[in-house]
Nanobody, 128 residues
Framework: QVQLVESGGGLVQAGGSLRLSCADS????????MGWFRQAPGKEREFVAG????????FHADSVKGRFTISRDNAKNTVDLQMNSLKPEDTAVYYC?????????????????????WGQGTQVTVSS
C-alpha cells in the first residue's frame, strides 16, 4: 500500500523559500516516477515537477523553472521540492503523486492521469 504524506508547507513572504517533502512507507517507492502538482483556489490542478525513479531525469514546469528543484532520496523514501524566490502566484495546495511506471517524456510526466497515488496535500501561501 502506497501512502504519501506531504509536509513543509506554510506561510512565507514573497522572495522567500520553502522546502516541501513527501514521504512514503511503501517498499517499492524507488521504482516509482514521482511528481509534484499544485492547485490554487478556483483553478485546475497543474503539474509542477517530476523525477524519474533513479533521479537521473527531472522535469519542471516553465512557471517554476529556475526557482524550484525536485529531488529524491530512495534510501529514505522521500521526494522533496525546494522552492526559492516564491511569488504570490505560487500560493496553492501542493500535492505529491506517484506513478507505478517510471516517468516517460515531459508530456507524460505532466499528466494527472499518469499517476496512481496521491497525497492529501500541503498548503503553501506566499504573501506579497
Amino acid at each position: 500500500q502506497v501512502q504519501l504524506v506531504e509536509s513543509g508547507g506554510g506561510l512565507v513572504q514573497a522572495g522567500g523559500s520553502l522546502r516541501l517533502s513527501c514521504a512514503d512507507s511503501g517498499r517499492t517507492f524507488s521504482m516509482y516516477c514521482m511528481g509534484w502538482f499544485r492547485q490554487a483556489p478556483g483553478k485546475e490542478r497543474e503539474f509542477v515537477a517530476g523525477i524519474t525513479w533513479r533521479g537521473g531525469r527531472t522535469f519542471h514546469a516553465d512557471s517554476v523553472k529556475g526557482r524550484f528543484t525536485i529531488s529524491r532520496d530512495n534510501a529514505k523514501n522521500t521526494v522533496d521540492l525546494q522552492m526559492n524566490s516564491l511569488k504570490p502566484e505560487d500560493t496553492a495546495v501542493y500535492y505529491c503523486a506517484a506513478d507505478k511506471n517510471d516517468c516517460g517524456d515531459y508530456h507524460y510526466t505532466s499528466l494527472i492521469a499518469s499517476y496512481d497515488y496521491w497525497g492529501q496535500g500541503t498548503q503553501v501561501t506566499v504573501s506579497s
